[in-house]
Nanobody, 123 residues
Framework: QVQLVESGGGLVQAGGSLRLSCAAS????????VAWFRQVPGKEREFVAG????????NYADSVKGRFTISRDNAKRTVYLQMNSLKPEDTATYYC????????????????WGQGTQVLVSS
C-alpha cells in the first residue's frame, strides 16, 4: 500500500508560480510511476503530467507543456509539480496518483490516489 498526500496548493495571481508536492508513505514510491491529474466541478478528472518510476521519462498534457515540470526525489519519497506562468484555466483540485508500469493518461489505471490540493488562479 502507498499513501499519498498532496500539498502546496493555494491562491495565486495569473502569471505566478506554485510548487505542488506529493509525499508518499507506506511502501517506497521509487518503484511507482506517479502522475498529477486535475479536476474542476462538473468535469472529468484530466491528466496533467506523469513521471516514470525510473525518472527516465515524463509526459505532459498539451495545455501545460512548457509551463509545468514534474520531478521526483525518491530519497524523500516525494514527487513535485512546478507550475509556472499560471493561468485562470489552471484553477482546479490537483491530485497525485501512483501505479506500477508505464505512464498512463487514464484515471482508472492508477491504483493509489491522494486527497487533492486546491489551486486557484485569479485573473
Amino acid at each position: 500500500q502507498v499513501q499519498l498526500v498532496e500539498s502546496g496548493g493555494g491562491l495565486v495571481q495569473a502569471g505566478g508560480s506554485l510548487r505542488l508536492s506529493c509525499a508518499a508513505s507506506g511502501r517506497t514510491i521509487s518503484g511507482y510511476t506517479v502522475a498529477w491529474f486535475r479536476q474542476v466541478p462538473g468535469k472529468e478528472r484530466e491528466f496533467v503530467a506523469g513521471i516514470h518510476w525510473s525518472g527516465s521519462s515524463t509526459n505532459y498534457a498539451d495545455s501545460v507543456k512548457g509551463r509545468f515540470t514534474i520531478s521526483r526525489d525518491n530519497a524523500k519519497r516525494t514527487v513535485y509539480l512546478q507550475m509556472n506562468s499560471l493561468k485562470p484555466e489552471d484553477t482546479a483540485t490537483y491530485y497525485c496518483a501512483a501505479r506500477g508500469g508505464a505512464i498512463s493518461l487514464e484515471v482508472p489505471s492508477y491504483n493509489y490516489w491522494g486527497q487533492g490540493t486546491q489551486v486557484l488562479v485569479s485573473s
